[in-house]
């Protein structure tokens, strides 16, 4: 099936007992069992729950592989990624990710003895030279947050197969969504999502997810999801189900107007860097058109003026909302040094004070570009 069909029918069946067409919120703890130790396929939610088999089916199936588990937030889901590693091992990583993997990494993993260093991941060679004979995962995120640079996934994934078959190449595909590429399909061996973002894309519900194209990889994370116990509850997994329903269409209409923003910003005399991975300017648009299907939906741009100027667009739109997170059907605008990277503060990997995100929604293209002239006139 296309992924348009997938969307709406992967991982879903007509409820045998009520024929159901959605999959049912099966909102319960435990399950009667037949015999002592003889259940009908599901005796804890912890360990397992019909609505969120549903759910993980189905990005199972998005991302071309069979392998699909849910968790209760995206970090939960990156928190159990790191714990297939043991102490000793290195992990090389992109030099712009998310402020919360870097304060999960930086702050709590290397306690445990895990190595990090972060290394321009767009760039091949430098991932070449970043390996280590002790480096056990390299990270992506592509398109990176919030600098929105794009690394060539079938390139990195050469160099680090190439090298040991030890290496586990992680792929964080929150910003793209399975929609717009596919990292299984290009050689990575697990993908991490936000589901909160693009896959839930209504600014109502946190998750995140995981799939594997390796069975005894999945079977090792099956169980620390259980062991640890980071779940989604079945009412989560259903508002994630109930979005990826239009996942195709919306970003469509999300890059659609995203790419006017991209434009218009890059033309603005008061904007310094415009980055928009299908904008000609991006530094790898090439390899973002030869990999994604379209640009997806965020933009972000530096001001000429600086943090002020950055402070004063961000708190002077209307139609874009200042807050955090991304991906819903609404716009929202930040300043990642002070709000979702401040983590990242005193770094190598701070960044730049001027810089604002933008998730575009999917509002008129025309009211969002008059929004934005708007806040921008005052700088």
């Not at 194209?213 to 997994?237: E, K, S």
């Not at 860097?273 to 299908?278: I, M, N």
Request: charged residues 20%; glycine residues 8%; aromatic residues 6%.
């Amino acid at each position: 099936m296309q992924i348009e069909t997938q969307v709406i029918h992967a991982g879903r069946s007509a409820d045998p007992a009520t024929g159901a067409v959605m999959p049912p919120i099966y909102q319960t703890s435990t399950y009667k069992q037949d015999r002592v130790g003889q259940h009908r396929g599901y005796e804890y939610s912890r360990t397992g729950n019909p609505t969120r088999a549903a759910l993980e089916a189905c990005l199972a199936a998005l991302e071309g592989s069979e392998h699909g588990l849910a968790f209760a937030s995206g970090m939960a889901a990156i928190d159990v990624v790191l714990r297939l590693l043991s102490p000793g091992d290195h992990v090389l990583a992109g030099n712009d990710v998310y402020g919360g993997t870097f304060r999960l990494f930086d702050s709590e993993f290397r306690r445990y003895g895990l190595e990090f260093t972060y290394v321009d991941t767009s760039d091949p060679a430098q991932v070449e030279s970043g390996l280590r004979p002790n480096t056990r995962m390299v990270w992506l995120e592509t398109p990176t947050n919030p600098l929105l640079n794009v690394s060539d996934i079938s390139a990195v994934a050469r160099i680090v197969h190439g090298r040991s078959s030890d290496t586990l190449l992680v792929v964080d595909n929150t910003f793209a969504t399975p929609y717009l590429q596919r990292p299984l399909e290009l050689g990575a061996d697990i993908v991490v999502h936000s589901t909160t973002k693009y896959l839930g894309g209504h600014s109502d519900v946190v998750g995140g997810a995981v799939i594997s194209r390796d069975a005894d990889i999945h079977t090792r994370l099956a169980f620390l999801q259980n062991a640890a116990g980071a779940v989604p509850g079945p009412l989560d997994c259903f508002l994630v189900l109930r979005g990826v329903q239009t996942l195709p269409v919306r970003m469509d209409r999300h890059a659609e107007n995203a790419a006017a923003i991209a434009d218009f910003l890059s033309r603005h005399p008061k904007v310094a860097v415009t980055l928009y991975p299908f904008h000609p300017s991006h530094p790898q648009a090439a390899t973002a058109r030869r990999q994604m299907r379209n640009g997806g939906g965020m933009v972000s741009f530096v001001l000429k003026n600086g943090a002020e100027a950055a402070r004063h667009v961000a708190e002077n739109t209307s139609l874009f909302t200042l807050a955090e997170s991304l991906g819903g059907v609404e716009s929202l605008i930040e300043v990642p040094a002070v709000m979702t990277h401040a983590s990242t503060a005193d770094s190598p990997l701070a960044v730049d004070p001027g810089l604002v995100r933008l998730s575009v929604g999917l509002e008129h293209a025309d009211d969002l570009l008059s929004d934005l002239e708007h806040a921008l006139s005052g700088v």
